[in-house]
């Protein structure tokens, strides 16, 4: 057997102790995956953060021209022009100022109608996942029914019953998101019910409903947040899909979809009207993706 | 069956019955049928929910019909003729009873059954969808499977950004860019067509533009899904580990280990999707003026056309019940564990 | 030069995670004789298993390894895929822990040993079917025809590890590696496939390592020992010298997992001496002896410097500054 070991018993055996050895894996490389990850998370935030910013608090810092009107002799500008830096359109309306309120209204209709989902679906869902017994089958059926429905179908048919505006809008897409949350919810808190903490907690006593918002509802809400950014980016593509067909938010109060359906008219020989309100309405769409994806590489979501 | 079974049969008629109880009491079967059950309260439900939501559309219908101009009289007229003086419930009932023998109404613009419009717009419809889903995702497998072959690589990075730039962007946003591009600039496309011609040529020409409006958001989608899948299977699973360890070269691991396994969650997702496809025919095909069922729908709406809307919605709807539950099945009568019923063990 | 079969020398595996190194084996060397059978033994976490898939080629990308791994002469380490692949399943093969997850659920049994065949072999696919079926006679399995077109749910645990056995005999390799090739199995089927590899060995003149966390298994099959803790070879004996009658276990971590191995002959209700504590963070090694923190005897310079592996009797090598006395083993 002596004559097989490694040489390296030799010189141990006289060292007598062993130095750490030496990292195998470049630093380098270890700072670039760590730097890679934190861009991933802040450059999509910080994307949103901006146009949170531009749209809510820079025109009270600034004065923009009004969105919804403007002057004939102002017709038509391009981009760069002076108090016009996108340029007007055929109306003479400010372009930037079309583009920020659009955005207010985009903005609040999905951050309300993702809000009423999770609350209202977080609700059902949580309640159909746990209690199980008819609750669930029942539930599980009236949201069934409701996502039978191509999406852009049922908010179309609701936003014409309830007729064209914000708040309608609202409640047509809350019946998109509420049904939507309440799967995801239910989802997660039927693989949360089977952890076995939680079969303690009901064995010791605690009720059901602290059970629902202590134990399960912290497990659930990654998952939910990273679904709702997604979520968000389809709420607010098919909200500008409705403001497109012109069923939606009316002229002349502005919408990046209205804005996209006027530029249809002049796509020949002005696409810029076309192209800066798509381009931007995919830049908030990316972002909200991206910020979604990047939260649930950090959250461990599957 | 086997040939011994067959022979077994035909020599013991007692095999005949026990052959009849293993079917009966297949797993895969039972699956099924309990799958289907559990739909017809679903159709119910979407029968219910258009034929609600359609009549709480304010407005008077004939008046609509009629103009601006009609007389009361008329107006009584017409609404004693189309029903509409019936208590809600009655008029459900007809309509469902018209639904269950296959009769959608007629409708108000043009006096003609629902059935023969929804019939002559929809084979332009099935044919644009047919288009983008069968390009989607056959480059959606293509793609997935090379980016899965080096994850993180070159390709693989660069499919996931195409990917997410196909997720992020708006259909009716797309169809307007790739118009000024490939119509506009290069004229390779019609804009608009009205009809998709008498050859093959003039059809594909006239569908290509909507076909890829739809299919791009779709091709990223399942390029992402599939991509994830795959990757998963290699880096988790066991067996994947076991074929490398038997020298198995790894584009054969990769296509016919993981892929295999992955195809069954992509083919479900497709039946899944095919709601959201329908959804999206009813938006691009204005913009294309395709003369197709999303487009009717649209125009239906805008002239409230009340049993036209109906009627179309709720084909969409029952074509994506039945995606979902065709879905349901593929997964279950696919899966050979169910297949072949319990293991031996 | 010395007639091994297989010589792993000073082998160090690390590979980054989310912004750290992960070190999971930090200088590993040991031998295998041919048709020997060398046991490794460690926790979950101690690098047994990430060495083994180091020398088979089996780690993901982005994986470094260093160090040597020579089969007959030929080093492995540092190997193209595509050259490894050559010896994968051919010349060495492993075997894995859930005979439920190795195979894959899609795919026929026997397709999936033919497989197996076809790559290393230029065989066609009837005279591949007849090796296939005489492998599963190999491995006792009943009707071998019948289950070559079954699936894998469709046996039973035991079944289907003999089938993953099968496959990783099917060019008759000189090494087999058995990665708790049976801890996913009852007691009874645990023995059986012990005593199946061991036949199997002796037959096809196979070298076998089987990679366990029980030492029970090592001191009834092993002809010697390896004891790995935290990516580094620890104790390592021929078996006899550490389970036999009047033999001797030295390091400290080896005998706290000989003595928390229940035993009849305790009384009853005697508190199983169990090592506390959990194995280091492999992103995060301690300076000293990894051990230490968990070691009953630990003195000063044990969390100062490293022991290194000696042999500090003839055949018998450890790595501890104050080992166990000579006392009875188990």
């Given amino acids: 057997m002596a004559a097989q070991l490694p040489d390296m018993t030799a010189a141990t055996l006289t060292a007598g102790a062993q130095d750490p050895l030496p990292s195998l894996v470049s630093a380098g490389r270890l700072r670039w995956q760590r730097i890679a990850r934190a861009l991933r998370l802040w450059v999509p935030g910080g994307i949103l953060i901006l ?22 002799l102002a017709a038509g500008e391009p981009p760069f022009s002076p108090g016009h830096w996108l340029g007007t359109d055929p109306n003479g309306v400010d372009i930037f100022s079309m583009l920020v309120y659009g955005g207010q209204v985009s903005f609040e209709i999905c951050l309300a109608v993702t809000a009423i989902g999770m609350i209202v679906g977080g609700v059902l869902g949580m309640t159909a996942g746990y209690f199980g017994s008819w609750v669930d089958p029942v539930l599980s059926r009236v949201f069934d029914v409701l996502i039978a429905f191509p999406a852009l179908v049922l908010v179309l048919a609701i936003a014409e019953v309830l007729g064209p505006s914000e708040m309608h809008l609202i409640w047509a897409l809350s019946f998109l998101s509420v049904p939507g949350f309440a799967r995801i919810f239910r989802a997660s808190t039927l693989v949360a019910r089977q952890q076995p903490y939680i079969t303690a907690a009901r064995l010791s006593g605690t009720s059901n409903w602290k059970i629902i918002f202590k134990h399960i509802l912290p497990n659930v809400l990654p998952g939910v947040v990273t679904f709702g950014l997604l979520f968000m980016g389809i709420i607010v593509i098919i909200e500008g899909a409705v403001d497109f067909l012109g069923l939606g938010i009316q002229i002349p109060q502005p919408s990046w979809g209205a804005m996209i359906a006027k530029g249809q008219n002049v796509l020949t020989a002005q696409p810029e009207y076309v192209l800066i309100p798509s381009i931007v309405l995919l830049i908030f769409v990316m972002s909200l993706n991206l910020l979604g994806d990047a939260l649930r590489e950090r959250w461990g979501v599957r | 069956m086997a040939l011994a079974q067959q022979v077994q049969l035909q020599r013991d008629p007692g095999a005949r019955s026990d052959i009849a109880r293993r079917v009966a009491g297949s797993p895969a079967l039972q699956l099924v049928g309990r799958r289907l059950l559990t739909a017809i309260p679903v159709l119910l439900g979407v029968t219910f929910l258009t034929f609600v939501v359609m009549n709480l559309i304010p407005g008077n219908p004939a008046q609509l019909i009629l103009g601006i101009n009609a007389t009361p009289g008329a107006i009584a007229k017409l609404d004693a003729t189309l029903g509409l003086n019936h208590p809600f419930w009655d008029r459900y009932w007809l309509w469902l009873d018209g639904l269950l023998h296959g009769n959608l109404g007629i409708s108000y613009s043009n006096q003609q059954s629902v059935n023969s419009d929804i019939a002559q717009f929809l084979p332009t419809t099935c044919w644009l969808l047919l288009y983008a889903l069968v390009v989607s995702l056959f480059l959606g497998v293509v793609v997935a499977v090379l980016a899965a072959r080096r994850p993180n690589g070159i390709v693989d990075r ?122 999206a025919a009813a938006i691009i095909e204005p913009i294309f003026s395709l003369p197709g069922i999303g487009a009717e729908l649209i125009n239906a709406i805008n002239i409230n056309d009340l049993p036209l809307v109906e009627g179309i919605v709720l084909v969409f709807a029952l074509v994506t019940v039945a995606g979902n539950l065709l879905a349901d099945l593929m997964y279950t009568v696919l899966d050979p564990r169910i297949r072949y019923g319990r293991a031996a063990s | ?118 790559t290393h072999r230029k065989v066609g696919k009837s005279e591949a079917r007849d090796q296939a079926i005489e492998l599963l006679r190999l491995v006792r399995i009943p009707a071998p025809e019948r289950r070559f077109s079954e699936y894998p749910h469709q046996l039973s645990g035991g079944m289907r590890q003999r089938v993953v056995i099968a496959m990783a005999l099917a060019c008759r390799p000189k090494l087999l590696i058995a990665d708790e090739a049976t801890t996913a199995l009852d007691v009874t089927t645990q023995a059986q496939i012990m005593e199946l590899l061991l036949e199997l060995q002796r037959d096809l003149d196979m070298a076998l390592i089987f990679i366990s966390h029980d030492l029970g298994l090592a001191a009834s099959y092993a002809d010697e020992v390896v004891v790995m803790y935290a990516g580094k070879v620890v104790e390592q004996a021929p078996a006899k010298r550490l389970f036999g009658t009047g033999g001797t276990v030295k390091m400290r971590y080896t005998r706290a997992l000989l003595d928390a191995i229940p035993h009849l002959e305790r009384p009853a209700h005697a508190e199983l001496p169990v090592v506390t504590g959990r194995p280091p963070d492999p992103s995060a090694l301690p300076v000293g002896c990894s051990f230490a923190p968990r070691c009953p005897s630990a003195a000063d310079d044990c969390t100062a410097k490293a022991p290194a592996l000696a042999e500090h009797a003839p055949g018998h090598r450890w790595a501890c500054w104050h080992p166990c006395e000579n006392g009875a083993t188990a």
């Avoid at chain 2, 076991?242 to 016919?256: D, I, Q, S």
């Avoid at chain 3, 492995?76 to 997850?101: N, Y």
């Fill in chain 1, 51 to 72: 146009l949170l910013f531009v749209c809510f608090v820079w025109p009270h810092i600034y004065s923009i021209p009004p969105g919804d009107s403007g002057s004939i």
């Fill in chain 3, 1 to 118: 030069m010395s007639n091994a079969l297989l010589e792993v020398e000073d082998l160090r595996v690390a590979f980054a995670a989310g912004g750290r190194e992960i070190r999971a084996v930090d200088g590993v060397s040991y031998t295998v004789e041919p048709g020997r059978t060398l046991a490794i033994i460690g926790e979950s976490g101690s690098g047994k298993t990430v060495g083994c898939r180091a020398i088979m080629g089996l780690l993901p990308v982005g994986t470094v390894i260093s160090g040597s791994a020579r089969l007959n002469g030929t080093e492995l380490i540092g190997l193209s895929d595509s050259q490894l692949r050559k010896h994968r399943g051919s010349d060495m093969a492993m075997v894995f822990q859930d005979p439920a997850r190795s195979l894959n659920p899609t795919m026929q049994v026997g397709k999936q040993i033919t497989e197996a065949i076809r």
């Fill in chain 2, 158 to 279: 660069i499919s996931l950004a195409i990917s997410m730039l196909g997720l992020s962007v708006a259909p009716y946003a797309l169809a307007l860019v790739l118009i000024y591009v490939f119509s506009v600039r290069l004229g390779w496309f019609p804009t608009i067509s009205n009809s998709l011609g008498n050859s093959p040529l003039t059809a594909i020409r006239a569908l290509t533009l909507p076909a890829a409006s739809i299919g791009f958001p779709l091709f990223a989608v399942y390029t992402r899904i599939l991509r994830a899948d795959i990757v998963e299977q290699m880096q988790r699973e066991d067996y994947i580990v076991t074929a490398k360890a038997k020298g198995v070269p790894p584009w054969r691991v990769l296509v016919v280990h993981a892929t295999r396994n992955s195809l069954f969650t992509l083919i479900t997702l497709v039946a899944l999707n095919l709601g959201t496809l329908i959804g």
